[in-house]
């Protein structure tokens, strides 16, 4: 609690100290009582002399006395004791069944969920102190003593939060059983119960001090307004507030304040407290609320070879040719977070510029200031920013005007009319309950007085200069009506809507596939060469760079380390880090694949027959096949390359193999056994043959667990070492990985991408495996760590031979891992065969789509390649 409290700043500091305050001093009462109160709760008098009744407040009587002569500021003191017992029991009743009920609801589905989802919603339709009132009456009968009448209040209490703690559980349930780390569990057998507690509890249970917190202002009342009516604990037996203000009725109409004052101070005051605290954890324990931290830089700067304590020195090479006034430039920009842990430098004292008509790509990988530099001159940091430096408009008129600094006020007649941005992802970029006209036509009327009617026809004509299909029709689309291709030409659309100066393009195809994104890089080109507009492209991918770019600036750690035309920078890189950097991205056409010679009596480890998958659609809809008579077979130690864009199929096949999925038809065989149909105790005795390396390192580990639990997971469910056992076997797979052993015992939040999806692929081979799933397994990670993580993982499947199916969408790596290649479209396998063949003489139109679409890092290579591929892409949205 102290470290929580340290921190917060301001109001939110002021909020929680005084809600810990406030309930400690009740807690103190509560506990203390009997030596705190001079007098018993029902006493009306001492030592054989009675009480004055209804005496006002004085040295004798701190709170005065009540109708029946009890001291008043004793019967608040006991009555805080009443309060406490009764709500510490029924958040712990309501704890003990509402929660085991919302995991088993969340986790099994189906009629059980139904079935309790329907009786708890009942429940909680009835207003909460009636329920109440109704438990009381059954539990008591309308009569009980000290004992029975608290244990009665706290079950009537508790009736009415278990349907709260049961759909906060429930809830947040069904969010965490999609997680990888829950399906990594079931990959490798870990039991039911195993995977209830250790992975989906330990991640839910963060919320119930929030509930519990607030759950006991709530139940402060309900117990006040039991007796209040008449319902609750009997007077001889425990003090309680609401009985006492019940009684209190008849005083105030006689001016006699005190028997009603005091009682109702104590319950607003308790109630103020807890529900200060309750919100102070609530905003506390969300990370979204946090700020953000720089725990992790040290691990990256590891894991890319990079020395993080070394200074870095830029190196700008000479301009080559004539160079225009600029439209942005910065200086010296500098931004700082505020974090738990200190300042963090985001951004150190960069500058450059871009001129009109010029692309300018700002690379560097995650955590190297890229975004940061973007949003810090649009000024959409959040409050925990610091921003220093300098980022000067030259607008159309020549008009020069400071960014930094400025208010919002002003920043808003900036944003989308001289300087737009594209962000990264298109579906979280675009509002879901407006249709795309409406949302281009608000940008447009924000920043010129024209009707709605003429809003309306310009945002047809964006439309249709973006390319998108049938644009006076598709005005009137919601976002989930198009695909991620022509969501990101909407979003292009209102960047370029008010004609700006400078677009600030935040890796704006990463989202996209790789036909989808060849057909955006050429409309931002278009745009580029029609409206003269200057472009800020932000990415990671140097393909991307080379396609587009007129110059570079390469930023590491906060800082630009170095600066140059896109020719020279790629041809001779001059900084140790941009060469690290262009070393390390994969180049379709050199591969290092090699083509698998197999013996002609080779029996293949994993046979996939005729596999099909649907899923059933909505209400009225039909059902849509995923996986469409799907066949081939993987060998003893090959790579099967398995390609293909989003939707097409590829992890639905995956997730078949491992029993992740149950298709609809087809047969999955591993070394000639079945093993599709089966349910999850059948599957168990397979289980150690299969490995599964998931796509995000961050999610496919369990955050509560340590890097040594997260390892020994399959072992554990194996069953057959012990845990001295478990654990030398977790160092020798550390070490394998090439992570030291003492990593053992951190949490996974506390190494970086490529740290963590070596932990991943440890897991995976913990138990051996004949065939290992890797699905999408350094999409996730930046260029450098993805190099060395697939140098690992091409040494291991050499060494272990394991038959393997790497999915991906990236060619190049497929061209770098590869022995063979199935490239599916739509569900079904268009095209297989040698990594040579599929590759380098594809026979099916899709297929040399990808490959044409694919990006390389070589200006003169993709400048021939654009030409050469004409207009196979054409028509792609």
């Given amino acids: 609690m102290l470290s929580l409290i340290r921190s917060t700043r301001g109001i939110q500091r002021g909020m929680i100290l005084t809600g810990v305050a406030i309930t400690i001093g009740f807690i103190i009462l509560a506990v203390f009582a009997p030596l705190i109160a001079p007098y018993g709760f029902n006493d009306a008098g001492a030592n054989g002399v009675s009480f004055p009744i209804q005496a006002a407040p004085s040295s004798a009587h701190w709170f005065g006395t009540s109708v029946g002569g009890e001291d008043v500021f004793s019967r608040v003191v006991f009555g805080a004791r009443t309060a406490l017992e009764v709500i510490v029991l029924a958040v712990i009743f309501s704890i003990i069944i509402g929660v085991p009920l919302g995991l088993m609801s969340g986790y099994v589905g189906g009629k059980v969920d139904r079935v309790l989802v329907l009786i708890t919603d009942a429940m909680y339709s009835f207003p909460s102190l009636l329920l109440a009132i109704i438990v009381a009456v059954v539990v008591s009968g309308g009569q009980s003593g000290v004992v029975g009448g608290i244990l009665a209040a706290a079950v009537s209490i508790t009736v009415v939060f ?183 430098l985001a951004v150190d004292g960069i500058s450059f510029d871009v001129a009109p008509g010029e692309v300018v790509a700002v690379v560097g990988e995650s955590g190297s200031g890229k975004s940061v530099t973007a949003r810090a001159v649009l000024g959409l940091l959040p409050p925990t920013a610091e921003v220093d430096g300098s980022a000067t408009l030259r607008t159309g008129t020549g008009e020069a005007r400071q960014l930094i600094g400025e208010s919002n006020r002003t920043l808003s007649s900036v944003r989308g009319d001289e300087v737009s941005m594209i962000f990264q992802e298109p579906s979280t970029a675009l509002n879901p309950v407006y249709t795309v006209g409406w949302q281009l036509a608000e940008g447009i009327r924000a920043h010129q007085r024209v009707s709605r009617r003429h809003a309306r026809a310009r945002a047809v004509e964006l439309l249709d200069l973006v390319g998108l299909p049938d644009p006076s029709r598709r005005v009137d689309y919601y976002p989930h009506q198009l695909s991620g291709g022509q969501k990101q030409r909407v979003v292009i659309a209102m960047a370029i809507a008010c004609e700006p100066d400078v677009i600030i393009a935040d890796e704006p195809t990463t989202a996209l596939d790789v036909t989808v994104q060849a057909a955006v890089l050429e409309l931002l080109l278009d745009l580029r060469d029609r409206l003269g507009t200057a472009i800020v492209l932000i990415t990671h991918n140097m393909g991307v760079v080379a396609d587009m770019a007129d110059r570079v600036v390469v930023m590491y750690r906060g800082q630009i380390v170095e600066e140059a035309p896109v020719g020279p920078l790629f041809a001779h890189p001059e900084h140790p880090y941009t060469q690290r950097l262009l070393d390390a991205v994969p180049h379709l056409g050199k591969g290092t694949g090699a083509d698998l010679s197999l013996a002609p009596e080779a029996e293949p480890v994993l046979e996939i027959e005729d596999l099909v998958v649907e899923f059933s659609g909505g209400f009225g809809q039909p059902s849509f096949r995923a996986v469409d008579d799907v066949s081939f077979t993987v060998h003893r130690g090959e790579v099967l390359g398995l390609v293909g864009e989003s939707g097409s199929g590829k992890s639905t096949v995956g997730r078949c193999v491992v029993g992740l999925q149950r298709p609809t038809s087809g047969m999955v065989r591993l070394a000639g056994e079945q093993v599709s149909g089966r349910s999850d105790r059948q599957l168990k005795p397979l289980r150690s043959r299969f490995g599964f390396v998931f796509q995000d390192p961050a999610a496919s580990l369990n955050p509560q667990m340590t890097i040594a639990d997260c390892i020994a997971e399959p072992l554990r469910a194996e069953g057959r070492l012990d845990a001295a056992d478990q654990q030398i076997r977790v160092r020798d797979l550390l070490e394998r990985v090439e992570l030291p052993s003492s990593y053992a015992e951190r949490f996974p939040h506390e190494l970086s991408g490529g740290q963590r999806q070596r932990v991943s692929l440890a897991r995976s081979l913990a138990l051996r495996p004949e065939v290992l799933i890797a699905d999408e397994p350094t999409s996730a990670l930046d260029v450098s760590v993805q190099a060395k993580v697939l140098d690992l993982f091409s040494e291991l499947q050499h060494e272990l031979q394991f038959a393997c199916i790497f999915i991906s969408h990236d060619l190049a790596v497929v061209d770098m891992l590869a022995n063979r290649v199935a490239v599916m479209q739509r569900g079904r396998v268009v095209e297989i065969g040698s990594r040579a063949q599929v590759l380098g003489d594809p026979q099916q139109e899709y297929t040399r789509q990808l490959i044409a679409a694919v990006p390389v890092p070589d200006p003169d290579e993709q400048r021939r390649r654009r030409a050469e591929r004409g207009d196979l892409l054409t028509g792609i949205s």
Wanted: hydrophobic fraction near 45%; aromatic fraction near 6%.
């Fill in 162 to 344: 278990i349907p709260q703690y049961f759909r906060v559980v429930r809830n947040a349930t069904l969010s965490v059983k999609v997680e990888p780390y829950v399906d990594a569990s079931r990959v490798v057998g870990t039991p039911v119960p195993r995977i209830l507690v250790k992975h989906i509890f330990a991640n839910v249970r963060q919320t119930l001090p929030i509930i519990g917190t607030l759950n006991a202002s709530e139940a402060i009342l309900t117990l006040a307004g039991l007796g209040f009516l008449g319902f609750g604990i009997q007077p001889s037996a425990a003090a309680e507030w609401g009985y006492d203000l019940n009684k209190a009725l008849s005083d105030a109409t006689n001016g006699i304040w005190w028997t009603g004052v005091f009682p109702g101070m104590a319950i607003v005051l308790i109630v103020l407290g807890i529900t200060l605290v309750g919100e102070s954890l609530n905003d506390l324990l969300d990370p979204r609320l946090r700020g953000r931290s720089g725990d992790t830089t040290e691990a990256d700067a590891q894991e890319i070879a990079i020395d993080a304590t070394q200074e870095v020195s830029a190196v700008v090479h000479p301009d080559r040719g004539e160079r225009r006034v600029a439209t942005l430039s910065l200086s010296d920009l500098t931004v700082t977070f505020r974090t738990e842990s200190g300042p963090v």
